[in-house]
């Protein structure tokens, strides 16, 4: 677990799987994260403007705004251009890299993924220390 006594990183994490999203959100927030979640590409863009999370991961194909726009949109906004977005994708797309660099992702993770990749990609775009 995470230091009791720094404060808890925030993630948003966004997909229109519900149970991939109580999947992520529970082995995050058994991490020690604090995790808002959405299941559309305008709710998790506007939590991610009302909550400036310390992470931002979406699904690329999500209804009402897909991955790539809400990347786009956030890192437009100087008020959260700082913010790292990762991608989580089950595209097996072989421009995966070229295409996360130019629209501003951080990092991306594909799907199906293993839950020790997640997490260090996690500690390393949050800086948080990893889990006990």
Known sequence: ???AKAPKKRIL???DEPDQVLLIQTRL???GYEVFTA???ETGLKLALEQKPDLVIVDLLIPRLDGLEICRRL?????TAKIPVALFTASATRDLDELC????FAAYLRKP???TELMAIIQRLTGAAPPR
């Open 1 to 3: 677990m995470m230091d």
């Open 13 to 15: 994490f966004v997909d």
């Open 29 to 31: 927030e058994h991490n």
């Open 39 to 41: 299941t559309d590409g």
């Open 75 to 79: 890192k437009q906004d100087p008020a």
């Open 101 to 104: 660099q130019s629209v501003g």
């Open 113 to 115: 993924y293993e839950a």
